[in-house]
């Protein structure tokens, strides 16, 4: 019998970046496939899985804002960015035989299901992968504070966080080659010490409920389902650190 999984539901949270591969901007195909085959590993395992993906890859809110437009005009634009992520995301997943569904949180009937939380529950209990765009459907928000609060919502035993690095560094280790890496820290050594791995509100939001977050390198193949076999290179972030 193969080990258990450390996580029986969890939420994936991937940054629009994690999308581009080594173009500077948008998709690249075969890194969103490489990703949809990790994903399709940890469905094989049992886990339930329910994705966040962010939408940096296209358009930030704060770019806009920069450029003179308003900045909840520019998070909508943002916003919409993400369900162009999210069904780039489903498009892989089904390639590689994996049921899933798209709900965004901004209402767009012809193009995927609205979000309705017992809904994706019974999604991800029948086996398929529930992505959801749009975030939390409010502007001055960010994807993180979106993942957080639907891995609430979906009573998640843990939220995923890929990155490009293979956990939390006390500074960014491309930059810093002696930045110290983490095992374990607590909600509170994130916030105090300000380290960059999600923003506050997201972090706030989990530690409230609860739900410890697991940073791993969405780059590195395999390394999802390593994370729930409890072998993975990672940090986790928890109450007791
Ligand atoms: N956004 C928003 N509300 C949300 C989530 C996202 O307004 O609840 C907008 C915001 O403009 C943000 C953009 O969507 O800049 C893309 O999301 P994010 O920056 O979190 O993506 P990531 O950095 O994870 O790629």
Do not use: W
């Not at 994706?120 to 994807?143: D, L, Q, S, W, Y």
């Not at 491309?174 to 374990?184: G, L, Q, T, V, Y």
């Not at 410890?212 to 650190?241: K, N």
């Amino acid at each position: 019998m193969p080990p258990q999984p450390l996580y029986k539901r969890v939420l994936l949270k991937l940054s629009g970046e994690a999308l581009m591969g080594k173009r500077e901007y948008g998709l690249d195909n075969d890194t969103v496939r490489a990703i949809a085959v990790d994903i399709g590993d940890v469905v094989a395992m049992g886990v339930q899985v329910s994705v966040v993906i962010g939408g940096g890859n296209l358009f930030r809110g704060v770019s806009g804002a920069a450029a003179g437009m308003e900045r909840a005009q520019a998070d909508y634009i943002g916003m919409l960015a993400t369900v162009m992520n999210a069904l780039a995301m489903q498009a892989a997943l089904e390639r590689t035989g994996l049921a899933s569904r798209v709900q965004s949180a901004i209402p767009m009937e012809s193009v995927c299901e609205p979000y309705i939380r017992r809904r994706a529950i019974r999604h991800m209990e029948k086996g398929r992968v529930v992505i959801f765009g749009a975030g939390t459907g409010n502007p001055f928000f960010t994807t993180d504070t979106a993942a957080a609060l639907r891995a609430a919502e979906m009573n998640c035993d843990a939220m995923l966080k890929g990155t490009q690095v293979d956990g939390v560094y006390s500074a960014d280790p491309k930059k810093h080659p002696n930045a110290e890496r983490f095992e374990s820290l607590s909600y509170h050594e994130v916030l105090s010490r300000d380290l960059q791995v999600m923003d506050a509100s997201a972090v706030s939001l989990s530690r409230e409920n609860r739900i410890p977050i697991v940073v791993f390198s969405i780059h590195d193949r395999g390394a999802l389902a390593a994370v729930l076999r409890g072998e993975g290179r990672c940090t986790i972030i928890s109450e007791q650190g």
